[in-house]
């Protein structure tokens, strides 16, 4: 099972940018999809962006236009660039990994980073 570990998470004040990073202890090139989800406290996790390993995109509405996921198969890395940010962007935010192997699906997790946007 791969490790994902997230990074670039921080303060930064509303109309800012971050780039959050998601290092992935193995070789992501095979991996289906790779997918950023951010969760506020008595919330749901939510899918934010997702990219897959043809490199289609696809954004929730409410990022649409102001993030841009990316994904390096020979870095094994996957970034989430964050534009023009907002108080309501403020959760941690995970990396995800989905993919099939023999018709059997799995899904694998980072542990989050803490994006805070203040007004």
């Known amino acids: 099972q791969q490790r994902l570990v997230e990074s670039g998470g921080g303060v930064v004040q509303a109309g800012g940018s971050l780039r959050l990073s998601c290092a992935a202890s193995?070789?992501?090139?095979?991996?289906?999809?790779m997918k950023w989800y951010r969760q506020v406290p008595g919330r749901q996790r939510e899918m934010v962006a997702s990219?897959?390993?043809?490199?289609?995109?696809n954004y929730a509405s409410f990022v649409e236009g102001r993030f841009a996921i990316s994904r390096d198969n020979i870095k094994n890395m996957v970034y989430l660039q964050m534009n023009s940010l907002k108080p309501e962007d403020t959760a941690v935010y995970y990396c995800?990994?989905?993919?099939?192997?023999?018709?059997?699906?799995?899904?694998?997790w980072g542990q989050g980073t803490q994006v805070t946007v203040s007004s």
């Open positions: 990219v897959t390993n043809d490199g289609t995109t």
């Open positions: 995800r990994g989905d993919n099939t192997v023999w018709g059997s699906q799995y899904d694998f």
């Open positions: 193995g070789s992501i090139y095979s991996i289906n999809s």
